[in-house]
């Protein structure tokens, strides 16, 4: 795991190693980044469902 990676040796202040605040805030920024995605990936999912189901009804009702 990546950020795990960067996180131990920013911890033991391996050469070239972020500080581990620096490395901690983009954890924390990515992660909220991939949950936003994450649910407008889900809810756009969702809306595509539900147009289809409607558009689905409503030819049965053509019939």
Same mark, same amino acid.
């Given at each position: 795991m990546w950020p795990a990676g960067v996180s131990i040796q920013a911890e033991h &202040? &391996?050469?070239?190693?972020?500080?581990?605040?620096e490395t901690l805030q983009n954890f924390g920024i990515n992660s909220v980044a991939v949950a936003i995605l994450g649910f407008l990936v889900y809810r756009d999912s969702k809306q595509k469902a539900d147009r289809i189901t409607d558009r689905e009804e409503t030819l049965g009702r053509l019939q």
């Open positions: &202040g &391996g050469p070239d190693a972020p500080d581990l605040t």
